[in-house]
């Protein structure tokens, strides 16, 4: 059974350019919620997806965009890359049937994003 | 706001001792509080998750305790591995009309050493 994937496992980006991230959840999960998490900080949440569209949204600028996809796979797109995007950033998959209680969240390994 | 603060902010202990990291929140209205391990480079991983009317709970070593009352937790761990070293993160739950919402702490990076 396939945990939570992410790709690609480090990026390194120039400022202004665009980035797209991907993930793809747990078996059996439906709902992908993205994270963006600095070095030495807790994760900070960007959005959350299911049946293919944005239910939930983080403090985070129009920049960040994202996507579902019908197998429930999500991207996250950064444009106009800033230095201070540098993070790692975590794709984590639940099941929306759970999300009113205490679902449980798997994370994956998440994506290094350098921005130089 | 909704804030969740951990402490301390780093931990060294000697393998085989014991220790207890603690979370104070404010957020609200209370779902659920849970404890992640994170190594460096990965992912969080689930240790615990409690409810409201939940007020400890045991995974192998960890132990996590919450009083909603003062709106506190903690998670202690009992004779530590090398392998505990690791980042603690502590995420409360909000629930909202779309579901739950989480605010993470900044962690408690705990060093284990021989």
């Known amino acids: 059974d396939a945990g939570v994937t992410q790709s690609p496992t480090h990026l390194i980006k120039t400022r202004g350019q665009q980035v797209t991230l991907r993930c793809s959840p747990k078996s059996g999960h439906d709902t992908v919620s993205w994270y963006q998490q600095a070095l030495g900080q807790g994760p900070q949440f960007i959005f959350q997806y299911y049946e293919e569209e944005e239910r939930q949204r983080g403090n985070f600028p129009d920049r960040f965009s994202g996507h579902q996809f019908p197998n429930y796979s999500s991207e996250l797109n950064v444009n106009a890359l800033l230095l201070g995007d540098s993070a790692l950033y975590l794709c984590?998959?639940?099941?929306?049937?759970?999300?009113?209680?205490?679902?449980?969240?798997?994370f994956g390994p998440g994506t290094r994003l350098t921005v130089t | 706001k909704n804030q969740v603060e951990q402490s301390p902010q780093s931990l060294i202990i000697l393998e085989g001792k014991n220790c207890t990291l603690q979370?104070?929140?404010?957020?609200?209205?209370?779902?659920?509080l849970r404890w992640y391990k994170q190594d460096t480079g990965r992912g969080p991983v689930s240790l615990t998750i409690m409810t409201f009317s939940e007020n400890t709970k045991s995974n192998g070593r960890y132990t996590a305790t919450l009083d909603a009352d003062t709106k506190q937790s903690s998670l202690h761990i009992t004779a530590s591995q090398l392998s505990d070293s690791a980042s603690y993160i502590c995420v409360v739950s909000e629930l909202t009309g779309g579901g739950n919402k989480l605010t993470f702490g900044t962690g408690t990076q705990l060093k284990v050493e021989l």
């Open positions: 979370c104070n929140y404010t957020v609200s209205p209370f779902s659920n």
């Open positions: 984590a998959s639940s099941n929306k049937s759970r999300l009113a209680g205490p679902y449980e969240q798997y």
